[in-house]
């Protein structure tokens, strides 16, 4: 397809149970400028790759890649590197977008140089106590910032910062690059026409180690940051934090919304001090 404005891109790794209904949305895009679809597999051991391809023929043009370096950002400049487009929207291999993602993306994008979009919390399932609010946050006290799940980037700002962050850690990538543009003078905007169904963690396991390594990716955003101005957390708050999950302990048993706001939220406390261990701050 010659003149491609728009590049989607999907890191994807043993996807194959959710891949489908995420292509499946794509497919019921009403985008009036061209555009394509990358789905990068980063080493399925599923049927992932299969189900990708036989999209081919319900897109307006498909490329299934491959990235052997691990993670989920390396996927995503993996795909970057590959696709046409001057925007770049990335979204996940087990969410859903719904229609009129693209074109809204794309709208953002003539005005933005980073934008996120509206996370559907209910549509797939809340089995995690947080929720992604409405809009572009501000994370950490400190900058706004845009979810992956849901983000569009010009491609000339996505090259004059590198893409991705490769070397940092599940909890903090979005974050950090979303910084990073605003760092570098590039802005971020909301296009809240541009909707994805959001697939919460299903288990209070999986969403206690999401919060944990969440937490403790704070350390190194701190310590990455924190010259150009990211705030140390409070020390009341972080009492008030503790506090909350000490006096909450007691109910654990008896409340099933007690046991997943006490798992995510002392998983998460967790995450802060093994992340400043790790990372030789002071960031709890």
Known sequence: MANVVASVIIPARDAAATIGEQLAGLALQDATVAWEVVVVDNGSGDETVAIARSFADRLPLLTVT???RPGANAARNVGASVAA???????????????????AMVDALATYDVVGGLIDNDSLGTGAMQRHPPG??????FLPRAITA????????????GGFAEDYEYG??????????????YAIGYADGAVVAYRHRGTLRSAAKKAYLTGRARGRLFRDFHPFGMPRPRLAGVAVRWARIVVVTPLVPFSRRARWWWAVEAAGAAGRVAGSRKFGVRYL
Do not use: I, K, M
Request: charged share 15%; hydrophobic share 50%.
């Open 85 to 103: 487009g001057q925007f770049l929207l990335y979204c996940d291999a087990d969410d859903v977008v719904a229609p009129g993602w693209v074109a």
């Open 150 to 161: 849901n983000l569009g980037v010009r491609r000339a700002a996505w090259e004059h910062v």
């Open 172 to 185: 903090c990538t979005d974050t950090e690059f979303c910084w990073r543009l605003q760092l570098a003078g």
């Open 66 to 68: 491959s990235c052997a």
């Open 136 to 141: 572009v946050p501000v994370a950490a006290g």
